[in-house]
């Protein structure tokens, strides 16, 4: 058979596998509060039970996967009255987490130890942190928005009293794309005239010194909202029961989802072109182009997930919280974006019982193959060749359609081949 050269053209590959989401091996009976994963395969998750201060029944286990949530060990088991949340690992060792109250906490060692990096601001269970990097963090709280570009050792303040519509004690999140520009945002509950939702978004970009409103609204008994920035320009927005796109980075917001009934959003995170999205009764939203389109699932209400963590964007290997359970989907195929394409071409394509890759570089590669139901069948580690190509035996591969995840360095190229 003539041999087929398959250039790298991700975004003609119309290769999509079925969301299929799987409860995982996870049930300490506790509430899970946060989760953090840095790949695929690693991560970590803080439960527990909190009632206190005064001191109650105080539990909180940190627990650690490195094969994708099958197996869970146990890092810190803590009974003291200092609960972890909203945890952020940038590596396996580095995370950023919120520890009960007040106290903004940094750890080198996986969450063995930590240490406070900003403490004394009276924080409460809805605080959230953000980081950019491994230097560059966020957190609000009252009103004012810290940010550090050193690792904590100093932090800036802003106060954003100067620029609300309101001023009843309402709790500040933030969602930067760098350190100037991003979005503030915030909600509270008001009683006169009438009890409703007071709800603000505005947009910076020159680190707060100045504010421009983006979004408002006051509404009884609204929820909401998350932001997610997907690029500097594009960003997703829940609130109420709508999912809300920017492409104009907040100067115009169009609706892109409304669920139906009584339902309401619930959780979100937004990684690349991949948006994921829950309803508070089971519904799951699953998009690969910027929320411009949904894939629609459902988990049931028991199941429904407060949060997700997006661990592989060009897979869509999606991680959700629900109370005391985590769920998956690692089954989801999803388009990259044009600016990873490689120089990288395979042949032959059909192939029999091996392929020849061919690279754009000489450096080390390591290569990974998944089937059609994303699962992992076969994976190696290349040394750098002078050709700047390399031979793959496939023979023990069963005949169909295959996709091969090529790593050099810190960049992931993917094709597709077809196993005779």
Not at 85 to 95: F, Q, R
Not at 194 to 222: G, I
Not at 244 to 268: A, C, N, P
């Amino acid at each position: 058979m003539k041999a087929l050269f398959y250039y790298l053209t991700i975004v003609s590959i119309p290769f999509t596998l079925s969301a299929q989401w799987t409860t995982l091996p996870l049930n300490t009976g506790y509430q899970n509060h946060s989760m953090s994963f840095i790949n695929k395969d690693t991560g970590y998750v803080c439960n527990g039970i909190f009632q206190g201060p005064p001191p109650g029944i105080n539990h909180t286990k940190l627990l650690k996967t490195t094969d994708g949530g099958q197996t869970w060990l146990t890092v810190v088991d803590d009974y003291t009255n200092t609960p972890i949340s909203d945890m952020h690992y940038v590596t396996e060792n580095l995370g950023i987490y919120r520890k009960w109250q007040d106290n903004v906490m940094k750890t080198t060692n996986g969450g063995v130890t930590g240490t406070a990096i900003l403490s004394g601001l009276g924080g409460g269970s809805g605080d959230r942190i953000q980081v950019l990097d491994s230097l560059k963090y966020f957190y609000a709280r009252n009103n004012t928005v810290y940010a550090t570009q050193n690792g904590g050792t100093s932090w800036t303040t802003k106060s954003t009293l100067a620029f609300q519509n309101f001023n009843n004690n309402n709790i500040f999140y933030t969602e930067f794309d760098n350190l100037k520009n991003g979005f503030v945002y915030g909600s509270v509950l008001v009683n006169l005239p009438s009890f409703h939702t007071e709800y603000a978004v505005y947009k910076t970009t020159d680190s707060c010194q100045t504010l421009q409103p983006s979004y408002y609204s006051a509404t009884p008994n609204a929820t909401g909202g998350i932001i997610k920035l997907a690029t500097p320009a594009i960003a997703i927005m829940t609130f109420n029961n709508m999912v809300l796109k920017t492409q104009d980075f907040g100067t115009t917001w169009d609706t892109v989802y409304t669920f139906s009934g009584t339902e309401k959003t619930f959780g979100m995170d937004v990684k690349n072109n991949v948006v994921v999205i829950s309803g508070n009764l089971g519904t799951i939203l699953v998009s690969t182009n910027y929320g411009t389109t949904f894939q629609t699932g459902f988990v049931g209400s028991s199941l429904a997930p407060i949060s997700f963590c997006i661990a592989d964007a060009n897979f869509a290997i999606i991680y959700g919280r629900a109370n005391t359970r985590l769920i998956k989907m690692g089954s989801y195929v999803a388009s990259v974006s044009e600016k990873e394409k490689p120089v990288i071409s395979v042949y032959p394509n059909p192939a029999g019982s091996c392929i020849n890759l061919r690279y754009g570089d000489a450096i080390p590669k390591d290569i990974e193959i998944y089937d059609i139901t994303g699962s992992l069948v076969k994976s190696l580690s290349l040394k750098a060749t002078a050709t700047a190509w390399d031979k793959i035996m496939i023979d023990d591969l069963n005949s169909g359609c295959y996709i091969i995840k090529i790593t050099s360095g810190t960049q992931s190229s993917y094709l597709k081949f077809i196993k005779e």
